[in-house]
C-alpha cells in the first residue's frame, strides 16, 4: 500500500494544486491510494475466470486469513501484475485529466 500512496503523492504533485499544504497533499494521497487499491482490487476480481469467481465465493464463505485470499488470487489465472499497472494509468490519466 505504500507504493500506491507515494504514486498518488506524486500525482497530486504532478497536478500542482495551489494553497495545498504538505499534510493536506499527504491525507489527500492516502485518500486516493484506499480508492485505488479498491479498483485495483476489484479489477482482479472481475478477472477471474467463472469457475475461480465461484471457488473465491466458496473461500469467502470460510471466513479466509488475509494470506489465504492473497494466495488464492496468486495461483488464480489473472495477471495481477498487469491489471495492477493497466488500473494505474486509468487511474493516472482520470485524475490529470488526459
Same mark, same amino acid.
Given at each position: 500500500?505504500?507504493?500506491?500512496?507515494?504514486?498518488c503523492r506524486?500525482? =497530486?504533485?504532478?497536478?500542482?494544486?495551489?494553497?495545498?499544504?504538505?499534510?493536506?497533499?499527504?491525507?489527500?494521497?492516502?485518500?486516493?491510494?484506499?480508492?485505488?487499491?479498491?479498483?485495483?482490487?476489484?479489477?482482479?476480481?472481475?478477472?477471474?475466470?467463472?469457475?475461480?469467481?465461484?471457488?473465491?465465493?466458496?473461500?469467502?464463505?470460510?471466513?479466509?486469513?488475509?494470506?489465504?485470499?492473497?494466495?488464492? =488470487?496468486?495461483?488464480?489465472?489473472?495477471?495481477?501484475?498487469?491489471?495492477?499497472?493497466?488500473?494505474m494509468v486509468?487511474?493516472?490519466e482520470y485524475?490529470?485529466?488526459?
Amino acid at each position: 500500500m505504500e507504493e500506491i500512496i507515494k504514486f498518488c503523492r506524486k500525482l =497530486i504533485d504532478m497536478k500542482q494544486l495551489s494553497g495545498v499544504d504538505d499534510q493536506i497533499a499527504q491525507n489527500m494521497a492516502e485518500e486516493m491510494a484506499h480508492k485505488l487499491n479498491d479498483r485495483i482490487n476489484k479489477n482482479i476480481i472481475s478477472s477471474l475466470q467463472p469457475d475461480e469467481y465461484a471457488e473465491f465465493e466458496r473461500l469467502l464463505d470460510n471466513d479466509p486469513t488475509t494470506e489465504q485470499v492473497n494466495q488464492f =488470487i496468486e495461483n488464480s489465472s489473472v495477471d495481477t501484475k498487469k491489471i495492477t499497472i493497466q488500473s494505474m494509468v486509468l487511474f493516472k490519466e482520470y485524475y490529470l485529466g488526459k
